[in-house]
Structures are given as structure tokens and as C-alpha cells.
């Protein structure tokens, strides 16, 4: 996967956070989490574009370890909400959640690819 498909499947998938926040209910625990995970579903494509920036290859590095950090955050976030039942689309909440575990084994292959790009330079 190029950098391209992958910045466009991280904004993808906010995008799919954003609209299944409107699918959540309107109590106070759902509006919480809601916030919450629109916070680390949205972040991860802001942080690929900061990472396209990326000053030196640890820096890279670094910003892809965040992303992977937020993905993890949204991963449990997603969980939280189907066991509580606070979304009753379950077919686009099941889909968001594989498309995260998705995202996150692209990126720990990702850090791994450029971790030890780094070691061969050095």
C-alpha cells in the first residue's frame, strides 16, 4: 500500500467515525464516547498528514507510533459502545471495527518498515 491508499483509507475512516456518531444515542454516556472517539478517529488522518511532513526518519516514526496510539484508543472506544449498546447500526459499527484492526495491522507493519529502514541508514 502507497502512502496515497493509506492517507485515504485514514480519512475514510474518519469520515466513518464522524457519521456513526450521528447514528449514537443522546444519552450522556453516548455523547461522551461519542466525543471521544470522533477525537481519536479524526486524529489519525490529521496525524498521517503531519507525519508526510515528517522533519527526519525518527520523527516519522514517532508520528506513526501516535496514529497507531489512537487507532488502539478507537479500537476500545468501538468496543465500548457495542457492549454498552449505545449504536443500534451495528452493521456500520462492525465494519468500522474491522476496517480499525485493519488500519492497525498496516501500521505496526509500517513502523516496523521504518524502523528498520532507519537501522540500515544509520
Avoid at 77 to 100: F, M, P, V, Y
Wanted: charged letters at 25%; aromatic letters at 4%.
Amino acid at each position: 500500500m502507497n502512502k496515497y491508499e493509506l492517507e485515504s483509507r485514514l480519512i475514510e475512516f474518519s469520515v466513518s467515525i464522524i457519521k456513526l456518531s450521528w447514528k449514537m444515542d443522546n444519552s450522556y454516556v453516548a455523547r461522551h464516547l461519542s466525543s471521544q472517539l470522533v477525537r481519536s478517529g479524526t486524529s489519525v488522518s490529521l496525524n498521517y498528514g503531519e507525519a508526510q511532513s515528517a522533519e527526519s526518519k525518527k520523527d516519522f516514526i514517532h508520528k506513526l507510533k501516535i496514529i497507531l496510539k489512537e487507532l488502539r484508543e478507537s479500537h476500545v472506544c468501538l468496543k465500548i459502545i457495542q457492549k454498552a449498546h449505545l449504536c443500534n447500526d451495528l452493521e456500520s459499527l462492525n465494519i468500522i471495527s474491522r476496517e480499525n484492526n485493519e488500519l492497525i495491522s498496516v501500521l505496526v507493519m509500517s513502523i516496523k518498515t521504518a524502523s528498520k529502514n532507519q537501522i540500515k541508514i544509520q
